[in-house]
């Protein structure tokens, strides 16, 4: 049987086409996850849909942050449970507004932003004061925790400084 020519050559075609469906299932497979990671880009954020979601989550931090600088000028009675909460959402704001910032998205592709280009020129420099900020925020939380008001103000101010650093370098006036 195995000088039979026939056979061998049968057993070739068959293993060629195992063979062949696998390198199909392959290609299916590539085709596929070509196709998802397609979908995965047409999910990028649009550029303005970008800026709404950092001004969106600066403004949830401006909401949170001031009430904060209010009690500490004594503008507003001192509420340490009030404070713990407001810095709780400041800190989980810090955390994601860099998200709110892909490539593409400064003011040459959306008019009705405040972010410098240089953003994205500087992108390490700007990560950095993000890092800051964030650090800054968490500790403020854990400040807040504790109740004890001279503290507060004093990280209240730390992190304040954060923002400005920040600002005066990123974000036009
Ligand atoms: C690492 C940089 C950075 C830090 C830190 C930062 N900001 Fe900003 N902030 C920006 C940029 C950039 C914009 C402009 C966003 C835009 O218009 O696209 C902005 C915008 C804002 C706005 C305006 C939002 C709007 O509706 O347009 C407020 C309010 C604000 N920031 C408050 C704060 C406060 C309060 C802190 C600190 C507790 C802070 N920011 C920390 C970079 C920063």
């Known amino acids: 049987m195995w000088h039979d020519y026939a056979y061998w050559t049968n057993l070739v075609k068959i293993r060629g086409s195992k063979l062949m469906n696998k390198l199909y299932i392959g290609l299916a497979g590539s085709i596929l996850s070509l196709s998802l990671l397609t979908a995965a880009s047409a999910a990028d954020p649009k550029p303005e849909d970008a800026v709404r979601y950092r001004q969106s989550v600066y403004t949830v931090i401006g909401w949170h942050f001031k009430p904060i600088?209010?009690?500490m000028k004594g503008e507003i009675p001192f509420d340490a449970a009030a404070v713990a909460r407001h810095a709780q959402y400041v800190e989980m704001m810090s955390k994601t507004a860099i998200a709110g910032f892909?490539?593409?998205?400064g003011p040459d592709a959306v008019k009705d932003t405040?972010?410098?280009p240089e953003i994205w020129t500087h992108w390490?420099?700007?990560e950095a004061k993000m890092n800051d900020f964030q650090e800054a925020a968490i500790k403020l939380t854990e400040v807040a925790k504790g109740?004890?008001?001279a503290a507060i103000k004093a990280q209240f101010g730390k992190t304040a400084e954060?923002?400005?650093?920040?600002h005066k370098e990123f974000r036009t006036d």
């Open 162 to 166: 954060t923002c400005k650093a920040c």
């Open 69 to 71: 600088g209010a009690m």
């Open 102 to 105: 892909p490539k593409g998205s």
């Open 147 to 149: 109740g004890d008001q």
């Open 114 to 116: 405040e972010a410098k």
């Open 124 to 126: 390490d420099q700007f």
